[in-house]
């Protein structure tokens, strides 16, 4: 997955038009959305993309399941909510989904454990007395019971999550960088290939893309890494 959180439609825009030809998925983040959101849905639906709406949407169970129901609109394949919100709105939001599907609307719904931006100090510094690892353990868990398709969780996460749940449960992989790459704000990176063999079902990419002088060859520099992982990891843990 893309992500498309340019300044402006245009860059967006650009971006999209370098990586179209190799990749299906883009996902559409705040920047985006608030900047240029109706455009860029549209253009995306229309070229017949998949879209991950990554809105992390936390507050009430009532308010949750509006914006749910609102955002759904935009034909997104998938949506974000917050773990944090905890068991009544993560179950608010699963019911959401089910009333769509019936209406022949069907996206899934992820919920992001914790970001890939925060460490154990930071956990600390909010009153969570947890590691990161017992952090995603729990609200992976609460995540399926409370009936969502998966999760949004570093790399070095995705064992422990494969640990608490059952399949099916997606694993959707933010951070990722290229071996030795600055991770600027990102606190918990990997590359590629490592998220391919720790078990992840997709991987978000941004700027090491989007930045890239050659966004084309960024993208097929990727997915060179993610065929050769695919080819040494056990047949029995699927293909990115």
């Known amino acids: 997955m893309i992500a498309l959180d340019e300044p402006t439609l245009d860059r967006a825009r650009d971006v999209f038009r370098h990586t179209a030809a190799d990749v299906q998925w883009y996902k559409v983040g705040y920047q985006a959305y608030f900047s240029y959101g109706e455009q860029i849905l549209t253009e995306l639906r229309e070229a017949r993309r998949s879209v991950f709406l990554d809105l992390k949407l936390h507050d009430i169970p009532n308010t949750v399941a509006a914006a749910i129901r609102t955002v759904a609109r935009s034909g997104a394949a998938l949506i974000s909510v917050h773990a944090g919100g905890g068991r009544a709105m993560l179950t608010a939001a699963a019911a959401v989904r089910d009333e769509l599907r019936r209406t022949g609307r069907a996206p899934k719904i992820v919920a992001v454990t914790m970001l890939t931006s925060l460490v154990q100090t930071d956990l600390q ?37 494969r640990l608490r749940t059952e399949a099916p449960f997606m694993v959707v992989c933010p951070g990722i960088r290229a071996s030795g790459e600055l991770a600027a704000d990102q606190k918990r990176t990997a590359t590629p290939s490592e998220a391919v063999l720790a078990g992840a079902d997709f991987i978000v990419v941004g ?31 699927g293909t990115v």
């Open 207 to 237: 700027r090491p893309i989007t930045k890239a002088p050659d966004p084309r060859l960024a993208v097929r520099a990727i997915m060179a890494q993610i065929e050769q992982a695919n080819a040494e990891k056990p047949a029995s843990m």
């Open 125 to 161: 510094e909010i009153g969570i007395d947890h590691t990161p690892h017992q952090l995603v353990s729990m609200r992976s868990a609460l995540a399926q019971a409370c009936g969502l398709d998966g999760v949004v969780c570093a790399v070095d996460d995705v064992p422990i999550v």
